[in-house]
């Protein structure tokens, strides 16, 4: 009798720690299942997303675990819980993320219920419940969200100065350009009035010097001068060569034609021999 009393406590204490080994495991599928609920609770979606994620970094403290609660099926359970919640982290919309919180909580669920048959008897005190760790989490967890929350504000905000400033730049360089384009276009019709100009001076300046020209020629011969000033001087002025000069160049070229054609006739009036 004395034998079989020793044979059962030793497997007492053989199979106690095997079920005693479960308790962090379980302890950290209830973060898990907190943070899940919380994600379904959330009013918007990146509080959802962010829950969820709160949930995938407890899952992995979870499987860290595993190896040392020898209990048939949780792993397969893990991986379903695993597979939902990673979609939940980045989901196309806020339904779809609330569709896959909602089947990994399922699966969170079956996983604490196998864990419970499992651990059933250990009268482990240290296991913690869900509503245990909802408890024990919010506070420092909600400080945290705020933190990020705060952070994400500040970022935000930073980046609407920046947008505002770069819009203002933009605008400013908007109408820099704007009054650069009215600048060359009162440029460009002040060049072409100028351009005119010019045109009708060549109209003018070129007859009055051929016939001021002739006229010093014909009066010379009426002199009975012998030396009589060539007359055909080129006076022409093309309109390239009137874009490569200004109004006042050209004013200057007819200037110094007019000059040359009275030097021309005073030096054949000077040297003139009369008949």
């Not at 651990?119 to 909802?134: F, H, M, R, V």
Request: hydrophobic share 35%; net charge negative; aromatic share 6%.
């Amino acid at each position: 009798m004395k034998y079989y009393a020793c044979l059962v406590l030793m497997l007492f204490v053989n199979i106690h720690p095997v079920l005693a080994d479960c308790t962090a495991l379980y302890s950290a599928m209830t973060y898990t299942i907190s943070h899940s609920n919380k994600s379904l609770g959330a009013n918007n979606f990146d509080h959802q997303r962010y829950y969820a994620g709160r949930a995938l970094e407890a899952l992995e403290r979870a499987e860290e675990r595993l190896d040392e609660c020898a209990c048939e099926g949780v792993g397969d359970l893990l991986y379903d819980v695993r597979d939902n919640l990673e979609k939940a982290v980045d989901p196309e919309d806020w339904e779809t993320g609330r569709f896959y919180v909602k089947k990994a909580r399922e699966y969170i669920q079956n996983t604490l219920t196998a864990l419970d048959m499992c651990t059933a008897g250990s009268g482990d005190p240290e296991t913690a419940k869900p509503e245990q760790a909802d408890k024990e989490d919010d506070g420092a967890e909600d400080r945290s969200y705020a933190g990020e929350e705060l952070t994400l504000a500040q970022r935000q905000l930073a980046l609407k100065k920046e947008q505002e400033e770069l819009m203002a730049r933009q605008k400013e360089l908007e109408r820099k350009l704007v009054e650069q384009k009215r600048v060359e276009e009162q440029l460009r019709e002040a060049r072409q009035l100028e351009l005119d100009a010019q045109k009708e001076l060549v109209a003018v300046a070129e007859i009055r010097l051929y016939e001021m020209e002739n006229a010093a020629a014909a009066l010379i011969r009426a002199f009975s001068c012998a030396a009589v000033p060539a007359t055909g001087e080129k006076y022409k002025r093309t309109e390239d060569e009137l874009r490569e000069e200004s109004l006042e160049q050209t004013r200057q070229f007819y200037k110094d034609k007019m000059s040359e054609v009275l030097q021309k006739a005073i030096k054949a009036l000077s040297g003139c021999e009369g008949e």
